[in-house]
């Protein structure tokens, strides 16, 4: 029996974080993995790379300078509605379930707090772009998952 191609091998992902420690860190994984990644460290940043070339993924944090990622991801859900976007953030004062909610009901594909292993976002972008039964409803992790 065949085995399926890893989805992400070739597919364009948008890392957008503020904190440059977790940009490279998933870039290195999403590279290692096969794909095309382009990164932004805020949201303003990460509008204008996309509207030069719409990416299969985008890879947002929440809370940024600039422009934060739910006004980003709503951006871009409206020029780019079939974009898949997964939001992560640890939440900050506010605690990550609060703001990953409002993400989620705002146009986030997928959500995921802080603090996750690197290997949780790349299972989860795998599912939201290479399993057609998952594309239609939100998925859920958490950092107590283990995926």
Do not use: C, W, Y
């Amino acid at each position: 029996m065949k085995s399926n191609p890893d989805p992400l091998a070739g597919a364009a992902v948008l890392i957008v974080d503020d904190d440059v420690e977790m940009l490279r860190t998933l870039a290195r994984r999403f590279h290692l993995a096969g794909s095309r990644v382009t990164v932004a460290k805020d949201g303003e940043e990460a509008l204008a790379k996309f509207r030069q070339s719409t990416p299969a993924v985008v890879v947002t944090d929440i809370l940024m300078p600039k422009r934060e990622g739910v006004e980003t991801i709503m951006a871009m859900k409206e020029l780019s509605p079939e974009v898949k976007i997964m939001a992560i953030s640890g939440g900050g004062m506010l605690g990550a379930g609060s703001v990953l909610d409002l993400a989620r009901r705002l146009g986030a594909d997928a959500v995921l707090a802080k603090p996750f292993r690197s290997d949780q976002v790349l299972e989860v972008v795998r599912r939201l772009i290479g399993d057609a039964e998952n594309l239609g409803r939100p998925l859920n992790a958490t950092s107590a998952d283990g995926f």
